[in-house]
């Protein structure tokens, strides 16, 4: 298992799918390196009963501690490039402020 654990505001529009029967929600979290500056957006993703409480609930621009599986995905480009995508499937997200 890869675990990751991140602490940073959620910096873009929490955007909600249907997957089958279950819900899922993809979010970028900016988090602040040593110098103080927001230069990571890590991309992650919650899914089942946690996504109607992160919809309904104002998690915009919220300081969150999260923690979850990290995960690396091989997509291709449409120039034929390949690149992998990291995403944190989230297990558990508190808000700190």
């Given amino acids: 298992m890869f675990k990751v654990i991140l602490c ?3 910096s873009s529009d929490i955007s909600v799918k249907e997957v089958g029967d279950s819900k899922v929600c993809n979010f970028t ?7 103080g500056k927001y230069e990571s957006h890590v991309r992650c993703s919650v899914w089942g009963s946690f996504v109607d409480e992160l919809v309904n609930e104002d ?6 501690l999260i923690e979850g599986e990290g995960t690396n995905k ?5 120039d034929g490039n390949r ?6 499937k989230c297990s558990r997200i508190e808000k700190l402020g």
């Fill in 59 to 64: 998690y915009k621009d919220k300081l969150v």
């Fill in 29 to 35: 979290v900016a988090c602040k390196n040593s110098f």
């Fill in 8 to 10: 940073g505001k959620i």
């Fill in 83 to 88: 690149h992998y995508i990291f995403n944190v």
């Fill in 74 to 78: 091989l997509m291709d480009k449409n």
